[in-house]
């Protein structure tokens, strides 16, 4: 990648900008470890209401 500079800039102009741009772009950002970007929880509390097994729940839920 080449670096142009315009016809009116001065050489010591295009040194101060590449200092600029080092000072701001010169290092990674941190290293972000990938436990870190993953969050874990349930989608749902478990109801142990719900989750019992009633023998007569599908007469209910079409007839009743």
Do not use: K
């Not at 972000?32 to 599908?58: G, K, M, Q």
């Amino acid at each position: 990648m080449t670096h142009r500079t315009h016809p009116q800039d001065t050489p010591r102009e295009a040194a101060d900008a590449a200092v600029i741009r080092r000072r701001r772009f010169g290092r990674l950002p941190e290293r972000i470890r990938p436990e870190d970007t993953v969050e874990t929880e349930p989608a749902t509390r478990p109801d142990p209401a719900r989750d019992t097994y009633h023998a007569d729940e599908w007469l209910i839920r079409y007839c009743g």
